[in-house]
């Protein structure tokens, strides 16, 4: 498999993580009963619960954004150096934007999800 396939493959993999994170901080802040009910009456999460969960949505997006460019380089078969190095910088930002969100960290995470949207751009530009 291909360098930026197996990147595609382990970032869906730590959304999968944030998510049991974001899943766990839910449970402990809002009880059992809660999580297991309809969820009639939506509840806000506060805190780091609340930072995974803005952290989470963000994430699924930026995976929405990072796999048609990879995807379209594999079915292409045009990965490069350049390829990937911008899947690493993508991987990497986006690894470093979730503890970075959870822990309230605002100027760096902004400036860890430019690099991580910057990376993607590329891809597209290199996918086109």
Same mark, same amino acid.
């Given at each position: 498999?291909?360098?930026?396939l197996?990147?595609?493959?382990?970032y869906?993999l730590? %959304?999968?993580?944030?998510?049991?994170a /974001?899943s766990?901080?839910a449970l402990s /802040?809002?009880?059992?009963?809660y999580?297991?009910? #309809?969820?009639?009456?939506?509840r806000?999460?506060?805190g780091?619960? =609340?930072?995974?969960?803005?952290?989470?949505?963000n994430? %699924?997006v930026a995976?929405a954004?990072f796999a048609?460019?990879?995807l379209i380089?594999? @079915?292409r078969d045009a990965?490069d150096a350049?390829?990937?190095?911008?899947? /690493? @910088?993508? &991987?990497?930002?986006?690894v470093?934007y979730?503890?970075? *969100? #959870?822990? =309230?960290?605002i100027?760096?995470?902004?400036? @860890?999800w430019?690099?991580g949207f910057?990376?993607? @751009? %590329?891809l *597209?530009? &290199?996918? &086109?």
């Amino acid at each position: 498999m291909d360098d930026e396939l197996t990147i595609l493959a382990l970032y869906g993999l730590w %959304v999968a993580l944030t998510l049991l994170a /974001q899943s766990t901080g839910a449970l402990s /802040q809002l009880g059992m009963g809660y999580v297991l009910s #309809a969820r009639d009456d939506p509840r806000e999460l506060t805190g780091i619960a =609340g930072r995974l969960e803005r952290a989470l949505n963000n994430s %699924v997006v930026a995976l929405a954004l990072f796999a048609p460019p990879i995807l379209i380089l594999a @079915v292409r078969d045009a990965f490069d150096a350049n390829s990937l190095l911008a899947a /690493q @910088v993508f &991987l990497a930002a986006r690894v470093a934007y979730v503890p970075l *969100y #959870a822990l =309230g960290i605002i100027g760096l995470r902004t400036l @860890v999800w430019l690099a991580g949207f910057a990376a993607t @751009v %590329v891809l *597209y530009f &290199l996918a &086109l």
